[in-house]
């Protein structure tokens, strides 16, 4: 009876299987959400063709981009457990600090933050 049960443990762990969400945006205000069932102890790596069949896009594309799990970056031989959501990161385009910069420039320092003349004959930041 108990070889019986262990067989039967044996069988549902070569079975068992993991859901994780799986998230991509492709451009801005686009945002791919996708449900995808994989292996128990599947790493990320083995689980880059099913993830990149379920959202529709090349392997080789989604091989070059950044992964993450719950928004923080993490090697590619992570093991997923159920529940997890794995995030694929663009390079970002424009410097964020650069972009801050030139948002700078247009709007001028007249009603910046703390750049802004609080009271008449005050200096600016004050």
Not at 23 to 31: C, D, I, K, T
Not at 57 to 79: D, F, H, Y
Request: charged share 20%.
């Amino acid at each position: 009876m108990s070889e019986d049960l262990g067989a039967e443990a044996a069988g549902n762990a070569a079975t068992a299987s993991i859901l994780v969400e799986v998230v991509y945006s492709p451009g801005p205000r686009l945002v791919h959400h996708q449900s995808v069932q994989l292996p128990a102890g599947c790493e990320l790596a083995q689980a880059l063709p099913a993830i990149a069949q379920a959202l529709g896009i090349s392997l080789a594309m989604l091989t070059a981009l950044e992964v993450g799990v719950w928004g923080l970056r993490c090697p590619k031989n992570q093991v997923l457990v159920t529940g997890e959501r794995v995030e694929f990161y663009r390079p970002l385009r424009v410097d964020p600090k650069v972009a801050r910069r030139e948002r700078f420039v247009r709007q001028g320092a007249k009603a910046a933050g703390l750049f802004a003349k609080k009271r008449p004959g005050a200096k600016a930041g004050y």
